[in-house]
């Protein structure tokens, strides 16, 4: 009897190590030419006085020709001093400060790519810091192989303590399944803080971006790419083409942001974006379910135990490989203890989601957001 929840697992198993065993082929990519294409950065913000001078200094400092590349920010009617501080900005003579023609991070976008010129798009948010190569290697990469979208990494810079080391292991892990699923030719997840696509292939899907849904400009232009099954979309692998961010400020923040990830979730359209979803959500359910009869009949702990490990394996995995990619190796100390946390931050992230999040609003993600 104990081997049946070890068998209702199976499918976590074998997507999991589907995935590990693509993201082992994750070679890293360096730009060896000047590929001499015209680039457009679109740098979507609301409220962001904090943070927009920063990024701005990030895409002043850039290696790229300064007269192959536009920067656009596209300002979401701030009420604070974004607006301003970014029009007054003198590093960059290629800089285009707009406001939103309509509302939302969504129409943002919109906005500035209707301002932005040359067939290469590059979106990111204002609390991103980037390489001065970042340009560079992303235009590289799309001069020697042309694909419709560029998925790049990101990078969370944890704050010191558990709470921060556990936000950095989790988005290690989302790195890990981004990359590995789109090196397997299935991208399920792709991050809009660093994200490349040509202006026709947005053209071309705008009607699928969801306009009734605040948030989500990254993930519905994946899934409608994917649907379409015309473009190629690539993972590129480099530290060069890399953005850095923060991680949420509090536990409260940081909830409802995953809340926004996850209210998104019954809007999918990819089968095979849904069916990891679903798998990951079962087997969570199943932990939960042989912890609960492990604590009313203890005859149930050998097989809670063996189930835990079994699920660990290809997580472990997955956070190592992640892990010694990112340079992050001593967070893998903190596995187990997020590891038997992890069932609990779901269900609450996704019980919040169902019952105290508002869909119809969005705010921009700040400091740390996707």
Known sequence: ?????????????????????????????????????????????????????????????QSYPSDLFRVIIADDHSDDSTFSIASSYTRLANLKVIRNEGSGKKDAIRTGIRYSEGDLIITTDADCRMDPWWI????????????????????????????????????????????????????????????????????????????????????????????????????????????????SPNLIHFIRQRARWISKAGSYRDRFTIMLAAVTFFTILLELYLLTAAIISPGYLLTLLMVFAAKSVPDFLILTNSARRYAKPELMRWFLPAQIIYPFYVVAVTVYSVFFADSGSFSYPSPKGT
Not at 30 to 54: A, F, M, T, W
């Open 1 to 61: 009897m104990e081997w049946i929840p070890l068998i209702a697992i199976s499918p976590y198993l074998f997507l999991f190590l589907y995935i590990y065993r693509h993201l082992l082929r994750a070679d890293p990519y360096s730009p060896d030419n000047d590929p001499g294409i015209l680039v457009s950065v679109i740098v979507p913000c609301r409220n962001e006085q904090k943070n927009i001078k920063g990024v701005l200094d990030s895409l002043a400092a």
């Open 136 to 247: 560079r290697t992303i235009a590289s990469y799309y001069s020697d192989f042309t694909p419709g979208m560029i998925i790049c990494p990101v990078v969370l810079q944890g704050s010191s303590g558990f709470f921060g080391r556990f936000q950095e292991l989790e988005f290690l892990g989302l790195q890990g399944i981004t990359a590995g699923t789109a090196l397997a030719g299935h991208p399920s997840m792709c991050n809009g803080a660093n994200l490349s696509f040509t202006r026709a292939l947005y053209s071309e899907h705008l009607a699928d971006l969801r306009s009734d849904i605040p948030s989500g400009d990254d993930i519905f232009l994946l899934q409608s790419v994917k649907r379409g099954g015309r473009a190629a979309i690539k993972w590129l692998e480099s530290p060069l083409a890399a953005v850095t961010t923060s991680s």
